[in-house]
T-cell receptor, first 110, second 115 residues
Framework: DQQVKQNSPSLSVQEGRISILNCDYT??????FLWYKKYPAEGPTFLIS?????DKNEDGRFTVFLNKSAKHLSLHIVPSQPGDSAVYFC?????????FGAGTRLTVKP | NAGVMQNPRHLVRRRGQEARLRCSPM?????VYWYRQLPEEGLKFMVY????????ESGMPKERFSAEFPKEGPSILRIQQVVRGDSAAYFC?????????????FGPGTRLTVT
């Protein structure tokens, strides 16, 4: 059962433009959401998070938006940089664990 | 201030052999999680352990897979009689407390290849 879904396996954007990564979830009991970034041959690293009581959280170039009624969250990166090229995982806090999406591979072209 | 350590980084096993993956959590962390990433798929939760206790193993396959986190030493994920479908990257993460309430720190992963 895929409770967290990232329907776009890949995304390509030009340097300086906005990157928008999307994530949908099915479990309305999730109350905390996170984005992780993963480079090849490394483990995922925490990027940004949002509580379900908020609809937006911003940290520098990264902003996460949460639409609870649609069970949808998105990560905006503005402006995108080549160093942002990585796989981005959306995750939701479950009972004892984190539920991850399949990831979206972002490529930022110079 | 070492991060989460996993070894080996790469492991090749023939079908039917045993695979042992090790994870040393960050200093002071007593909560360990194991995840599996199959090709073209996301991270799938396998098991959550605290020292000497399995808290949640709902993501573990019912057979051939086991995990432990002894009082001393690393956490071990053991796969007996490996099959080709076990080929994947296995990530360990540690935290001070329950995932999501406390930040999880991931290791670099062990890539298991079953030939």
């Amino acid at each position: 059962d895929q409770q967290v879904k990232q329907n776009s396996p890949s995304l390509s954007v030009q340097e300086g433009r906005i990157s928008i990564l999307n994530c949908d979830y099915t479990n309305s009991m999730f109350d905390y959401f996170l984005w992780y970034k993963k480079y090849p041959a490394e483990g995922p690293t925490f990027l940004i998070s949002i509580s379900s009581i908020k609809d937006k959280n911003e940290d520098g170039r990264f902003t996460v938006f949460l639409n609870k009624s649609a069970k949808h969250l998105s990560l905006h990166i503005v402006p995108s940089q080549p160093g942002d090229s990585a796989v981005y995982f959306c995750a939701a806090r479950g009972d004892n664990d984190m539920r991850f999406g399949a990831g979206t591979r972002l490529t930022v072209k110079p | 201030n070492a991060g989460v350590m996993q070894n080996p980084r790469h492991l090749v096993r023939r079908r039917g052999q045993e695979a042992r993956l090790r994870c040393s959590p960050m200093k002071g962390h007593s909560h360990v999680y194991w995840y599996r990433q199959l090709p073209e798929e996301g991270l799938k939760f396998m098991v959550y352990l605290q020292k000497e206790n399995i808290i949640d193993e709902s993501g573990m396959p019912k057979e051939r897979f086991s995990a432990e986190f002894p009082k001393e030493g690393p956490s071990i994920l053991r796969i007996q009689q490996v099959v080709r479908g076990d080929s994947a990257a296995y990530f360990c993460a540690s935290s001070l407390g329950l995932a999501g309430f406390y930040e999880q720190y991931f290791g670099p992963g062990t890539r298991l290849t079953v030939t």
